[in-house]
């Protein structure tokens, strides 16, 4: 251990990251022109200072030439920081006495022009050797985890992440805020490339969560409040009324037949509008758990208070209270797995394509139900008025995706759902069917496969985007018809197409409250809206808040096979995390100096993380060191100086200002 | 408020008929507009073709005459006006070397161009600043029987779209509604009516004409109102000459948004250019 009376002895290595950095900024000038700068004593460039071979070099250098502080020019310290301070702590040296400069994502991804960026990376390493000499020694503390972990949102995603985590003996809140676990899946009919019943495989899964001794279900619930820190998150989950005691509710449907309305009249959320249900309704026949809900937007009760109520009357079980209230749990969990999923396109939005306004313009979701044997239409094909088979079917690709005018991204997964619902179609219709595409995309085991079935049933396959659809006929035989108009990019021509039933492939969005699940969690987006993970590529489902982990669509697009991989990935993060069984908690948290608090508590209500808390009898504050996540507004705010932080105390930031603004 | 107004040529022109009932129309809903001084072509002819830069400064120096003169709206009628002018003050907007370029060029003149007018369609001002309501205050005319197609053509929209959907706009049939006249829906409101073609290529102009007028027929249409004084033009003129081509009957009185409003508000047919129209409108004039 070094103390500031010691000789300080720098060592200073700026990586050439192969050509991502050493492309654009000399990286052995800037070697050259740190080694002349204060207290340092050894400065080289090489290759890859995140390699083995890089990290050795650090420690050879620590021990031979007696180094006790370490500045590392490379990229972000959030791809690399932990390497070189666990390079520098092998060595023996205290790993905070290790500072990192990022001339890579500050300097040479963003800069072309060469000298400049020679100019900025030996601005920024100049101003980490001024820094790095004033750092102290630090420890990091240790917090047990929390086994326990909550899930939110009960798609196939959050239920196959609930069934991992639960046989692995950890206890699972899981979290829903619909009325039933199963999410989109639950609606399809079939799953592609396999066509197998995308009920028969999902139901079972969920009746394993209702019963799994581990799992505790809260449907029609949603988390209204998180705090605290990984490994030690508590949480709020606000039960809404469902008007039905749930542990009474047996699910016979008595309510339902006895309700006032003697026809279902309000849009059925679970087939899309296809079909009506009453106020008090179970959202499908499998729904998990088998509970009904009272819907208090359509309920006479709650319209007018003059129901008489039949549906309470009819139950047995005396399930009914209509004077529920939301209710409140707190849960403690140390680990958080979000599976919110997402929200189709809405197809209004596409106004060339009609739908809304040409009855026979269906959104793929609404032709899932359609093709679905427990369907409005019990698997027939039917158009808008309830009786007329369609000859022929138009399904347009890309509808919302890969659209300046809309979202840009692919989505991923229509290509795949658009072939499947060809397939179904023509089976269950005998139309014929034409599929608009601009790429089509089926990469996936089995997949292209299955583009290559398709392309031998018959399916009329036309390469081009879609420029409208609408009813202008132009000949008697058209009248009635919609008409689609696309280039076919094949043949070079505009084609119009007069089909019976469009179909409209909606992309995938973030979901709708994504922005607001986002800030309770306290994790990123992406720009689009969709939750981003910590590293595209090797922390695909970790976030940058620790313990908080994602999968399936909440992250982007995906389909079945893709989210429950990713499922089985953020569950076992989390449990990696909860069998080592402690979290090391950085030290660049705030201290209140006792002798100079003045007990005005200016600083508590700064403090975003509530980590704060006044002492009456002493008349002075404290942080909770477990909950300061180390932004520094309390410093700003202290008017004593009564407050400092580590890593980021005023002599290092001083310096470091210094450092930067000195030639 | 006031708005500033740049007329542009073919108001002064051909579309007479456009200016003198939106000037009436304007003036019956108290919205005062002020003609902008010494305004110059939009850049609706082929200079912006051959000098895109040059052309653009030329087109902005209108939107600079309109800041030296205070105001902050400039009201562009014309579908190519509000198009050329949106354009120029979006490529100023976006591109620092246009903006640069156009500023030095208007400094040359004396103008310290800030670009901060912004360019409205009186469909815009209609129905997003005063508002359906106080039209239908105004409505002094029964035309609760007249079927009228809203034919917007391409460059109210086209590429630019700031005040409609750019696939299916609306605003004037909400502009039909509230006169209380019956808002046909069709699928060509934006459908190309074949700009010059119809003296260039007359075969591709007429024929493009056709389909439009056939299909406005086709609905039970009793007229076309349009915001362009090209589409107004071209759907008009050549009636006869495509009827007897094509062997069916496709005329259709075609008149200006501002001229049906003028007539719902009761205005003295003269005050809105109606005598210069070719096809009257029986039903509503007699």
Redesign the interface.
């Known amino acids: 251990m070094t103390n500031q009376k010691e000789e300080i002895r720098i060592g200073f290595y700026i990586c050439h990251c192969g050509h991502n950095i050493g492309s654009i900024v000399d990286c052995p000038a800037v070697a050259e022109y740190a080694s002349k700068l204060p207290h340092v004593v050894v400065s080289k460039d090489y290759k890859y200072m995140c390699s083995d071979p890089g990290q050795e070099l650090i420690q050879k250098d620590i021990r031979e030439q007696g180094l006790n502080r370490i500045v590392v020019a490379s990229c972000s310290p959030l791809l690399h920081e932990p390497t070189f301070r666990g390079a520098t702590a092998k060595a023996g040296l205290n790993e905070f006495y290790f500072q990192m400069v990022n001339i890579r994502e500050n300097v040479s991804w963003v800069h072309e022009d060469k000298d400049l960026s020679l100019i900025k990376a030996k601005d920024l390493v100049r101003a980490a050797i001024h820094r790095v000499a004033y750092h102290k020694a630090l420890e990091k503390k240790k917090v047990p985890v929390n086994p326990d972990v909550l899930i939110v949102g009960g798609g196939i995603a959050g239920i196959s992440a609930s069934l991992t985590m639960a046989n692995a003996g950890k206890k699972v809140y899981l979290v829903e805020k619909d009325a039933t676990i199963g999410g989109y899946m639950a609606k399809f009919d079939k799953t592609f490339p396999t066509l197998d019943c995308a009920a028969c495989i999902l139901t079972p899964k969920m009746s394993s969560v209702l019963k799994h001794p581990n799992i505790t279900l809260w449907t029609w619930s949603e988390v209204s409040e998180v705090s605290g820190f990984v490994g030690n998150y508590k949480v709020k989950v606000t039960k809404k009324p469902r008007y039905i005691k749930e542990e009474l509710c047996v699910g016979c449907l008595a309510c339902v037949e006895q309700c006032t309305f003697k026809e279902g009249k309000f849009p059925d959320e679970f087939n899309f509008g296809l079909s009506k249900r009453k106020p008090v309704y179970m959202p499908f026949p499998q729904a998990t758990p088998q509970v009904v809900v009272v819907d208090d937007k359509t309920c006479l009760h709650f319209k007018t208070g003059k129901c008489p109520q039949t549906c309470m009357k009819a139950c047995d079980r005396n399930a009914f209270d209509f004077n529920q209230k939301p209710e409140v749990v707190e849960i403690n969990v140390g680990t958080v797995i979000l599976t919110t999923g997402f929200k189709p396109f809405e197809a209004k939005r596409?106004?060339?394509y009609?739908y809304g306004?040409y009855p026979n313009v269906f959104t793929s979701l609404e032709v899932e139900r359609l093709v679905n044997a427990s369907g409005p239409t019990e698997g027939h094909v039917l158009l808008r008025d309830g009786k007329t088979h369609p000859k022929s079917i138009g399904i347009i690709h890309c509808v919302g995706s890969r659209d300046d005018?809309t979202n840009k991204w692919c989505s991923k997964v229509c290509c795949m759902y658009s072939l499947k619902l060809a397939h179904l179609l023509k089976e269950h219709s005998g139309a014929e069917i034409y599929n608009f595409y601009i790429d089509m995309r089926t990469p996936g085991k089995g997949y292209e496969e299955f583009y290559d079935k398709l392309l031998n049933e018959g399916v009329q396959f036309i390469r081009g985007r879609v420029s409208?659809v609408?009813?202008?006929a132009t000949t008697p035989d058209e009248k009635g018809k919609l008409i689609i108009r696309a280039e076919d990019t094949l043949i070079g021509r505009v084609r119009r197409i007069p089909v019976d039933m469009v179909v409209l492939s909606v992309g995938l969005e973030p979901a709708e409250d994504a922005q607001d699940v986002r800030k309770m969690f306290n994790i990123s987006c992406s720009n689009e809206g969709f939750f981003l993970e910590r590293h595209p590529k090797l922390a695909p489902v970790s976030t940058f808040t620790d313990g908080i982990f994602i999968a399936g669509a909440c992250q982007g697009p995906k389909d079945i096979p893709d989210s429950v991989a990713q499922a089985g990935a953020a569950a076992a993060e989390a449990l990696a995390l909860i069998d080592s069984g402690h979290v090391e908690l950085e030290p660049n948290t705030a201290c209140i100096i006792e002798d100079r608090c003045c007990g005005c508590q200016v600083c508590i209500n700064m403090c975003p993380y509530k980590a704060i808390t006044f002492d009456p009898d002493k008349k002075k504050s404290s942080v909770n060191e477990a909950l300061c996540k180390g932004c520094g507004t309390c410093v700003a705010s202290c008017g004593s100086n009564a407050i400092f932080q580590n890593l980021f105390e005023d002599e290092e930031i001083m310096s470091e200002l210094n450092g930067l603004l000195i030639e | 408020m006031e708005y500033l107004y740049y007329p542009g040529c073919s108001l002064k022109s051909s579309g007479r008929a456009f200016e003198e009932s939106l000037l009436a129309v304007f003036k019956s809903l108290n919205i005062p507009l002020k003609e902008i001084e010494d305004w110059n072509c939009c850049g609706a002819t082929s200079y912006m073709s051959i000098n895109e830069c040059n052309a653009i400064s030329l087109i902005a120096r209108n939107l600079a005459i309109a800041e030296k003169m205070g105001g902050t709206d400039l009201m562009a009628p014309c579908a190519a006006c509000f198009m050329g002018l949106t354009k120029t003050k979006n490529y100023v907007e976006t591109n620092p070397k246009i903006r640069e370029n156009v500023t030095a060029d208007l400094k040359k003149i004396g103008f310290e161009f800030e670009n901060k007018i912004n360019v409205r369609h009186p469909l815009d001002i209609l129905v997003n600043d005063i508002g359906t309501d106080k039209i239908k205050s105004q409505v002094k005319t029964n035309l609760k029987d007249l079927k009228v197609v809203s034919y917007y053509g391409c460059q109210l929209v086209r590429p630019f779209s700031p005040f409609d959907d750019q696939r299916d706009p609306q605003t004037m049939d909400q502009i039909v509604k509230a006169l209380g006249a019956q808002a046909i829906d069709w699928p060509l409101k934006t459908r190309c009516c074949s700009g010059t073609m119809t003296s260039t290529l007359s075969d591709i102009g007429t024929r493009m004409n056709f389909l439009l007028l056939k299909e406005a027929k086709e609905r039970g249409a009793d007229m076309i109102i349009t915001a362009c004084p090209l589409c107004q033009f071209n759907l008009e003129c050549f009636q006869g000459k495509i009827s007897s081509k094509f062997g069916e009957d496709v005329k259709i009185p075609v008149y200006y948004f501002t001229q049906l409003m003028g007539l719902a508000f009761g205005l003295p047919k003269k005050e809105i250019g109606l005598h210069r129209m070719l096809s009257p409108l029986y039903s509503v004039t007699n």
Do not use: F, L, Q, R
């Open positions: 596409a106004t060339n009609g306004k005018k409208e609408n009813d202008w």
